[in-house]
């Protein structure tokens, strides 16, 4: 098997690097994934997805009639690991826009859907969110209880949705809900594209642990959304919403964040001395950085198998649950061997060099600590590798 990238995927790592030198500050650490929608940050975000927009490069692999370049999934995915890797903001058009809520709208929306909303994401005009979890429906998503009742050419929703990342900076929402309360609950369910500014919406933040205001609970009184905006099969929305869950466990977000914090660490243990003598030369350090290297190296290839599949034109299952599930705990791995490395540095705020280098790695392990929870925890896809690659029972 030849692990190399072809010599055109090559050379456009080495254009999307160029650009990074172009455009990004001096010494950029980078803006981590939910500070990129904190107010401090947000106009930076912004800016960044104008920037690339322009470029073509936030849709890549879509049709050239939705603002795509029709370009291979493998350099699109080069495309967002160079970006995650980098710390670069506003690739995502908020969360899901160009990863999961447009790809799901090609394969299933209607024509009217996909003239609507995709054009706006590719030009970084459009923001989403996803409305899937609830105070009571987390890992069993399928229990959600978020009600929308059909009436005439609207569907009224009631309910709550919570840990909304973007909601408070979003256009539209990618939202699950239950259409039909007396069917079994994995077959009452329909997706809706719901404007944000609906009345009877509204999103409240929430202070995530690393201090970013990214996090929203999203409130729905009597909003009225129009049934053209359902998503394939009304009480069909399950299927639609697992493939969405398969687009977004690709994982090359997490390679891209653990290779990060290894990437700082070991500037960090470069720069740090201890007794006299550089970090690095430490024999435990450089096992412990080792050790990282070689598992982002694996999700890195976990990652590309995702994408591989689906430059096919196959939508990927266990492949993605087994990239997720990895990933999500190598960048919590990284995030914790980082700190090991730090020590009481960890904590200690600076305006230096390495001071920022310290935050950096600080931040990574906060927010690392719900990347085994979010987008699936690690024993739901387990479970799913379990069932679907393995073949084994529900029970």
């Not at 590719?122 to 959600?144: H, N, Q, V």
Request: hydrophobic letters at 40%.
């Amino acid at each position: 098997m030849d692990f190399r990238f072809s010599p055109k995927e090559e050379q456009f790592r080495s254009e999307i690097r160029q650009w990074m030198k172009e455009n990004l500050p001096k010494n950029w650490l980078g803006i981590d994934r939910e500070e990129q929608f904190d107010p401090a940050y947000f106009d930076v975000t912004k800016d960044m997805a104008k920037r690339l927009a322009k470029k073509g490069w936030l849709t890549l692999a879509w049709k050239k009639q939705y603002g795509g370049q029709e370009r291979s999934i493998i350099e699109q995915t080069i495309f967002q690991e160079e970006m995650m890797y980098n710390g670069v903001p506003g690739t995502t058009m908020g969360i899901g826009g160009t990863q999961w809520v447009g790809p799901t709208v090609i394969l299933y929306g209607t024509e009217e859907q996909k003239r609507e909303h995709l054009p706006p994401i590719a030009k970084g005009e459009r923001w989403w969110c996803t409305g899937y979890s609830e105070p009571g429906a987390g890992s069993d998503l399928a229990s959600l209880q978020t009600r929308a009742v059909r009436d005439g050419d609207h569907f009224v929703i009631n309910g709550q949705k919570i840990w909304n990342s973007a909601a408070h900076v979003s256009d539209w929402c990618w939202l699950a809900v239950r259409t039909d309360p007396n069917a079994p609950k994995h077959k009452g369910i329909s997706m809706l594209l719901v404007d944000m500014k609906t009345p009877g919406v509204k999103a409240r933040p929430i202070v995530n642990m690393a201090g970013a205001k990214s996090f929203n609970e999203i409130f729905f009184d009597n909003a009225r959304v129009p049934v053209k905006n359902l998503v394939g099969e009304e009480n069909k929305g399950w299927y639609i919403l697992a493939v969405a869950l398969d687009f977004e466990r690709s994982g090359i977000a997490y390679a891209a964040y653990g290779g990060k914090t290894l990437r700082l660490a070991t500037q960090f243990a470069a720069q740090a001395k201890r007794n006299g003598k550089a970090l690095i030369t430490d024999p435990i350090v450089k096992h412990l950085l080792a050790d990282m290297a070689i598992r982002v190296e694996i999700q890195r290839k976990f990652a590309y198998r995702v994408a591989w599949i689906q430059n096919q034109g196959k939508v990927p299952s266990m492949e993605a649950s087994i990239a997720k599930v990895f990933g999500s705990e190598v960048q919590q791995g990284a995030a914790i061997t980082g700190m090991r490395i730090l020590g009481l540095a960890g904590q200690v705020e600076s305006t230096s060099e390495l001071g920022q280098i310290q935050a950096r790695i600080q931040n990574q392990y906060l927010s690392s600590i719900s990347a085994t929870i979010a987008a699936g925890t690690s024993e739901i896809q387990r479970n799913i590798i379990g069932q679907r690659g393995l073949g084994l029972p529900r029970d």
